[in-house]
């Protein structure tokens, strides 16, 4: 398993698990996003990207469209992604990423700490209001010095695992799923 930057082919499969997964796609743009790989099989597991806000005063990054695909949810991928990006913000002279999300306890482990709405930029204040009206009604800001990035070791040893979960097959329908007796039920056609 390994994270690398996003090819512009892979736009529709990102777009599509974005709209899938109910996540922000203002601004969308591929080659700000990254994806975690399955070297073996080649199958993507997740993604996220740094989205940055030019203002008069500053540039500010900010970690968005943070998601892993159901089937390899639980084993480090997304922490990998989060890594990757704040690797990115460092290395691009960002000293501090920005988060506007409900997963606090989840990016709270990696060093993110709140911040209270009236404490953020204002590009960012503006934004946590649009996002909690149009997609997290919980979202909260969050903020993480680069610098102070905290990889688990836990997760950091389940990514170097990471596999598929199966997913569970979906139930067969029954007549009574529809509301139909099937012991008095008769049928259309003549199947004898």
Same mark, same amino acid.
Request: glycine share 8%.
């Given at each position: ?21 109910g ?6 743009r591929?080659r700000?996003?990254?994806v ?34 159901e ?7 997304? =922490?990998?992604? /989060? $890594? *990757?990006? &704040?690797?990115?913000? %460092? ?10 999300t ?40 969050? =903020?993480?010095s /680069? $610098? *102070?990035? &905290?990889m688990?070791? %836990? ?36 199947t004898?």
């Amino acid at each position: 398993m390994y994270v690398r930057d996003a090819k512009n082919r892979e736009e529709v499969w990102l777009l599509d698990h974005i709209e899938a997964m109910g996540l922000d796609e203002t601004a969308f743009r591929s080659r700000d996003y990254v994806v975690a790989i399955d070297e073996t099989s080649g199958q993507k597991a997740g993604f996220g990207r740094i989205r940055i806000h030019k203002t008069d005063e500053e540039e500010l990054c900010e970690l968005t469209s943070i998601g892993v695909l159901e089937s390899w949810r639980g084993q480090g991928v997304g =922490a990998h992604v /989060v $890594e *990757r990006l &704040v690797e990115q913000a %460092r290395d691009q002279g960002f000293e501090v990423v920005y988060a506007l999300t409900s997963a606090t306890d989840y990016l709270a482990q990696f060093g993110f700490r709140g911040v209270e709405s009236s404490d953020l930029p204002e590009r960012l204040r503006e934004r946590l209001e649009t996002k909690r009206e149009e997609l997290d009604p919980d979202a909260v800001g969050m =903020a993480l010095s /680069v $610098e *102070r990035f &905290v990889m688990p070791d %836990r997760l950091r040893e389940r990514f170097k695992s990471a596999q598929p979960h199966e997913e569970e097959p979906e139930p067969e329908e029954s007549a009574e799923d529809f509301g139909i007796d099937p012991n008095s039920a008769t049928y259309k056609y003549d199947t004898g």
